[in-house]
């Protein structure tokens, strides 16, 4: 994986996800949920008044949450993540959070590709790849 992208590319693909996770956060504090931790990296637990409705909301939406107890449920973000599962996964929360909290509710995100695609493993293609030329005889 580190060899496939890169350290640029991992960087790349650790900022976006950390971004992802941190704009869930905000939305969440936003809504008036309290996040269980000020320091993350791609996980965020999240308090709600119940976990189990918050779980099978996440499911008619197609997300898989983590259940860590009856009131906390933690969310985890990939390099597949895109901005309409985080607005999935903020809806199911807004779903299942009371008509006064879901105005307040708000997520940013940055709209940059998570990372590059395999073709552009070497900046402009394969094509672009250092070649390796044959010693003639």
């Known amino acids: 994986?580190?060899?496939w992208h890169g350290?640029?590319?991992l960087q790349r693909i650790a900022?976006?996800?950390h971004g992802l996770?941190?704009?869930?956060?905000?939305?969440?504090?936003q809504a008036s949920f309290r996040v269980c931790h000020e320091a993350f990296f791609d996980t965020v637990a999240v308090v709600v008044d119940d976990a189990d409705a918050v779980i099978s909301e996440a499911l008619n939406h197609g997300i898989n949450l983590r259940r860590l107890d009856?009131?906390?449920v933690a969310v985890s973000f990939d390099e597949t993540t895109t901005e309409e599962d985080?607005?999935?996964v903020v809806a199911a929360f807004h779903g299942s959070m009371p008509n006064d909290r879901i105005g307040r509710a708000k997520?940013?995100?940055s709209t940059k590709p998570p990372h590059a695609t395999c073709f552009d493993r070497f900046g402009k293609g394969f094509r672009s790849r250092p070649s390796r030329k044959r010693a003639t005889n």
């Open 107 to 109: 997520w940013t995100f």
């Open 21 to 29: 996770a941190t704009a869930f956060a905000h939305s969440m504090r």
């Open 7 to 9: 350290p640029g590319g």
């Open 15 to 17: 900022q976006r996800v």
């Open 1 to 3: 994986y580190a060899v």
């Open 86 to 88: 985080l607005q999935s």
């Open 70 to 72: 009856a009131m906390t």
